[in-house]
């Protein structure tokens, strides 16, 4: 059994806590008596991060992997599928390619829990699929904010996207690239090999998958936990980055069938059709064409109620992991905004490229590297910090440079509380000692 | 011989009385989630925690016990993490030795490896060096750190089927719910529209509702097939094994 982390590996905070959840949760759940490596499969870039944390991981037996910036796949891939085939090679190359081995991928936030691993053992021992997915959750690090609302829905459509995905065909063409088990050796048939950059890898590995094998998917039982994007512009980044792989998949994949390739053109059209089924609505109330809602109405009830259902019963599977659920209100406000994202995302990737570094954030706290600390303290910052403490988190300096958090950090840390590491200080890592004042009683830094 | 007590054996009552006053209970081997949180491991600081040096750990054991368990504790629990990685090692030394490598055909294992020459040899003598210079890791000079926040301990099998079995609970009502709320949502935007004065649209503008049903089909399918798994009464992880 190989968990297969792979990522840039530009968020070593998101990666320790994935590595960790594996490591701690092998070594405790009752039932799962399968061998296990961990290979973390990172990017160059990622790695010169933080180098000596790799290295720590590596030495505590991780197998950590650096996809070699000279590496070339045959059909000349770029991006995570790029790093997917190396893996595979390694897999190849060490023996670990057979069918008495299966690797569980995971993002590089794709935390595991108890339910987790004795799901799989649970698949792998059923022995009558050759690729199980799951439903992720996504709690880790949740903020009260319109993105991780609207995350909420996908945990929810995970049940449309299992009863798809082992149904023939996959009619409503879901699947996700993380928190799915597969037979190596499948895998290591089918690889992760596309022309060019492929935004969406995991998909086109779906459908490789069962144009060549057929309808061998199955359920993985236990949830995967994840985090959701930290603001609009990476929700919308990240979605943009689904409608271009669904476009590409349907533009470059030999092996996609007629009748697969027009319901997953269908999918991306539905996606579509979101914004102009908002704007013939509005249009409609506020010009009176009181006959086109007159038609729309028959269906405005059970498109509201299904969308609806995504929000609440999303919100219900993420309450018992989670430290403060959102009220019935903030819910509303937030997945209003959340999903006018997702219906401008599809639009927004037709008007923009993507690119490899549409990879978004997942460390909440940058973390950054600098070879040498500055030797002169910066003057101490003159804007007024957004939350002080008469709210929920006092001003928070850094000690040696006068340095104060982000507006994002602050957020962040208001929410987490207490509980969290402290940040190190981006403008001076040697100075790690934070001092929280009121604004108006800052220290003179030095 | 002198009856007097030897003071280093009163010392090491005072430290055993003084550890056993401050155990809080015995540590559970059940359920990860009855555990108390101070108990629940996971320490990334394991490395950088092993470094520190034993002398000053004991010099300051008395002035301060529980922070010096807790040391002991977390430094007990990286040995345990590194023995673990070993095996870990070893097991993949063992797969890499019993297959040949396919890619060289000369049984090695290095052909695929990374640049730079890091390999398990290299991963091993660094590791020392890597324990100093962790990034999240203590450096002497500083406090120790604060413990990591015990997140994994809540995601259980327990946890899981729970939250599966009352999702299960209310998918009857959440069909019967969803279907009286969309007919009631429909009944009343046409009694709206019959009751508003209304314009008369341009004819281009006739074809626009045909957008409005491009996703229905899709939201009918997702409907069924989200129901359709709960329905299966598949998803439930069995407690023990």
């Given at each position: 059994m190989i968990f297969q982390v792979t990522a840039i590996g530009t968020n070593p905070r998101a990666l320790e806590t994935t590595v960790e959840s594996v490591r701690y949760w092998i070594r405790r759940t009752p039932g799962f008596r399968h061998r296990a490596l961990v290979w973390l499969v990172v990017e160059p870039e990622g790695y010169a991060t933080a180098p000596s944390l790799y290295e720590a991981w590596r030495a505590s037996g991780i197998e950590v992997w650096i996809v070699p910036t000279g590496y070339r796949t045959p059909l000349g891939t770029r991006g995570k599928a790029r790093a997917l085939q190396y893996a595979c090679d390694l897999r190849s190359a060490r023996g670990l390619d057979g069918p008495e081995v299966w690797v569980y991928h995971q993002d590089e936030e794709t935390c595991v829990g108890e339910d987790t691993l004795r799901g799989i053992a649970e698949f792998i021992e059923r022995r009558r699929e050759l690729l199980g997915a799951g439903i992720i959750l996504y709690p880790l690090d949740w903020m009260p904010i319109p993105s991780h609302v609207q995350e909420f829905t996908r945990s929810y459509d995970d049940l449309r996207v299992l009863d798809s995905l082992t149904m023939p065909g996959n009619p409503t063409a879901g699947f996700h690239g993380s928190h799915f088990v597969v037979r190596a050796d499948v895998e290591g048939a089918v690889g992760w090999d596309a022309e060019g950059y492929c935004p969406a890898e995991d998909l086109l590995f779906e459908i490789r998958v069962r144009a060549r094998f057929g309808s061998v998917f199955g359920i993985l039982k236990g949830f995967a936990y994840e985090k959701g994007a930290f603001t609009l512009r990476d929700q919308l980044r990240q979605r943009r980055r689904w409608i271009r792989g669904i476009t590409y998949a349907v533009r470059?994949?030999?092996?996609?069938?007629?009748?697969?390739?027009?319901?997953?053109?269908?999918?991306?059209?539905?996606?579509?059709?979101?914004?102009?089924?908002?704007?013939?609505?509005?249009?409609?109330?506020?010009?009176?064409?009181?006959?086109?809602?007159?038609?729309?109405?028959?269906?405005?009830?059970?498109?509201?109620?299904?969308?609806?259902?995504?929000?609440?019963?999303?919100?219900?599977?993420?309450?018992?992991?989670?430290?403060?659920?959102?009220?019935?209100?903030?819910?509303?406000?937030?997945?209003?905004?959340?999903?006018?994202?997702?219906?401008?995302?599809?639009?927004?990737?037709?008007?923009?490229?993507?690119?490899?570094?549409?990879?978004?954030?997942?460390?909440?706290?940058?973390?950054?590297?600098?070879?040498?600390?500055?030797?002169?303290?910066?003057?101490?910052?003159?804007?007024?910090?957004?939350?002080?403490?008469?709210?929920?988190?006092?001003?928070?300096?850094?000690?040696?440079?006068?340095?104060?958090?982000?507006?994002?950090?602050?957020?962040?840390?208001?929410?987490?509380?207490?509980?969290?590491?402290?940040?190190?200080?981006?403008?001076?890592?040697?100075?790690?000692?934070?001092?929280?004042?009121?604004?108006?009683?800052?220290?003179?830094?030095? | 011989m002198s009856s007097e007590p030897d003071p280093v054996l009163l010392e090491l009552e005072r430290i055993d009385e003084a550890v056993r006053a401050r155990r809080p209970q015995p540590l559970h081997e059940g359920n990860p989630d009855d555990l108390p949180r101070t108990e629940r491991p996971s320490d990334p600081f394991g490395p950088g925690a092993l470094m520190e040096p034993e002398v000053e750990q004991s010099h300051t054991f008395l002035a301060a016990p529980p922070i010096d368990l807790d040391r002991t504790v977390r430094a007990l629990d990286s040995i345990t993490s590194r023995l673990e990685g070993l095996g870990l090692r070893l097991e993949a030394s063992e797969a890499s030795i019993a297959r040949p490598n396919r890619g060289t055909g000369d049984g090695t294992t290095g052909s695929l490896a990374e640049p730079g020459g890091s390999s398990s040899v290299d991963a091993a003598r660094t590791a020392e060096v890597v324990a100093v210079s962790h990034p999240y890791g203590p450096s002497r000079s500083e406090s120790p750190p604060v413990p990591p926040a015990p997140v994994y301990a809540a995601y259980t099998v327990r946890r899981y089927n729970e939250t599966i079995d009352a999702l299960k609970d209310r998918h009857a009502g959440l069909v019967i719910v969803s279907l009286l709320l969309s007919a009631l949502i429909a009944i009343l935007l046409v009694e709206i529209v019959l009751r508003s004065p209304a314009t008369s649209p341009p004819v281009w503008i006739a074809v626009l509702p045909l957008v409005w049903v491009v996703p229905l089909p899709f939201f009918l399918l997702s409907f069924r097939g989200t129901h359709r798994v709960l329905d299966r009464n598949h998803l439930n992880l069995p407690e023990t094994k």
């Open positions: 470059t994949s030999r092996v996609l069938s007629s009748r697969r390739r027009l319901t997953i053109s269908y999918s991306a059209i539905s996606w579509y059709s979101a914004l102009p089924s908002a704007v013939v609505l509005v249009a409609s109330a506020v010009l009176h064409y009181g006959s086109l809602l007159l038609f729309t109405s028959f269906f405005s009830g059970f498109v509201w109620i299904s969308m609806a259902a995504g929000y609440i019963e999303g919100a219900r599977l993420h309450r018992s992991y989670m430290d403060r659920p959102p009220g019935a209100l903030r819910l509303f406000a937030y997945g209003l905004v959340g999903a006018l994202v997702d219906v401008l995302a599809p639009w927004y990737g037709l008007v923009t490229g993507t690119h490899l570094t549409d990879f978004i954030r997942k460390d909440p706290i940058p973390y950054r590297v600098t070879t040498a600390a500055p030797t002169v303290p910066r003057p101490t910052p003159t804007v007024t910090p957004a939350i002080g403490p008469d709210r929920s988190f006092p001003a928070t300096v850094c000690r040696g440079c006068g340095g104060s958090l982000s507006r994002a950090e602050r957020r962040f840390y208001a929410v987490a509380g207490t509980d969290v590491e402290e940040p190190k200080c981006r403008n001076c890592l040697g100075h790690q000692e934070w001092v929280r004042f009121a604004p108006h009683a800052r220290p003179v830094p030095g | -």
